[in-house]
């Protein structure tokens, strides 16, 4: 747990206590900086895990590498990942943000958003581009694969996505003659009747409880139906979930961090008001923080937003009785950078090892260990 990006100033410590319900971990205090003229909630109740998934880690790491490989610009189709501070500091290191290949000048690197992208985009990317790296999340492609091996057989796909969403474009386009959207249960009712055989999937950053009630309708209404043998929903969004369950009824108030265009994130807020809360605040940072927050304080973050934003929301609510972080799970799961990306640090670190005359290192092997909110503040 990082918690040492706050805001410069002189203050008192708080203390945060760790409080641990899988069993897997001692409690132990960390220690956070306390500012002058701030919130002033009773206590914070912290959410783990929150904040950055695998698949964003990934991302954000390979479109770094892009920035200080290439000069700029260097494009990136759709936002790399839904968040308005990951994108204004990749904006502000020359990238630029397109809806369109066909606004990328030829010739330019390109980088296509964790979302997943259309096979026509793709394809148009890597005719388009010197360089060209598709960052689409490793459980996404699952679902793209599932589409595209469902159809092959014969059969129709029902898919329970979000209509707008990159991530439902993106999978629809896989077989857009023989897939259906649907988001709720009228939704299912107003299906025909279909000759073919059915397989059921779904836009992996859905609830469980969006995800679930739209399922069992269509499960009901189709009961020969195909499902995959490991759900398609991100384990992440799950656990994130999981973790804001175990301690919403603890709070006076719950505090989502996140982009209002992150499915996930969005997720997150409606389930703390389903789950009684009586105040639910989703804010872009802790300068949407409203004055007259007290009590206890539950705080939780999308995939997409960056561990400082956390930080600093803390550090407004300046909790009297310090944070309790609640973690509900160890998440180890990681993704290693995209191929063209393994193949660009290899290529860096061999030009780098004939230059200073050295053994050839490769940087592959310590990505592992580095993260994306580390890379991201080392941008500035």
């Known amino acids: 747990m990082s918690l040492s990006a706050l805001p410069p100033g002189s203050a008192n410590g708080l203390l945060c206590q760790r409080s641990c319900h899988s069993g897997q971990h001692p409690s132990h205090q960390i220690r956070v900086t306390r500012y002058a003229d701030r919130v002033t909630a009773d206590q914070v109740l912290l959410a783990a895990p929150r904040g950055f998934c695998a698949g964003v880690e990934m991302a954000i790491k390979a479109l770094a590498t892009m920035v200080r490989t290439f000069p700029p610009p260097v ?38 958003s964790a979302h997943g992208s259309a096979p026509e985009v793709v394809a148009d990317a890597e005719t388009t581009g010197s360089f060209t790296v598709n960052s689409v999340c490793p459980l996404v492609t699952k679902v793209h694969h599932e589409v595209r091996v469902r159809v092959g057989k014969g059969f129709r796909v ?51 409880r969006d995800w679930s009630d739209v399922a ?72 949407e923080l409203p004055d007259e927050l007290h009590g206890v304080v539950g705080v939780t973050a999308g995939a997409s937003a960056p561990e400082e934003l956390v930080s600093a929301v803390i550090a407004k609510l300046a909790p009297t009785n310090g944070v309790e972080e609640v973690r509900v799970v160890d998440e180890d799961e990681y993704f290693p950078p995209p191929p063209p990306i393994r193949d660009l640090l290899t290529a860096l670190a061999s030009a780098a090892s004939v230059t200073i005359g050295g053994p050839t290192i490769s940087s592959i092997g310590a990505d592992r260990h580095v993260g994306a909110s580390e890379v991201l503040a080392k941008l500035v």
């Open 216 to 287: 069992e309708a269509a499960k009901e209404r189709f009961p020969e139906m195909w499902t995959p043998g490991r759900s398609d929903l991100c384990f992440a969004t799950t656990n994130r979930q999981s973790a804001l369950l175990s301690f919403v009824d603890r709070c006076d108030a719950m505090v989502v961090i996140g982009s209002p265009n992150s499915s996930n994130t969005l997720a997150l807020a409606k389930l703390a008001a389903e789950s009684g809360c009586d105040q639910v605040l989703r804010i872009n940072g802790a300068h």
């Open 158 to 208: 029902i898919y329970v996505g979000h209509e707008g969403h990159e991530e439902a474009v993106g999978t629809m386009a896989v077989a857009p003659d023989a897939i259906d959207r649907v988001e709720s249960i009228e939704d299912v009712a107003a299906l025909p009747d279909f000759n073919e055989p059915l397989a059921l999937l779904a836009q992996t950053t859905l609830s469980h």
């Open 75 to 112: 494009y990136c189709y759709h936002e790399i990942v839904h968040n308005r501070e990951v994108v204004r500091r990749f904006e502000e290191q020359g990238v630029v943000f397109v809806d369109s290949i066909d606004d990328v000048p030829q010739g330019s690197p390109i980088m296509l």
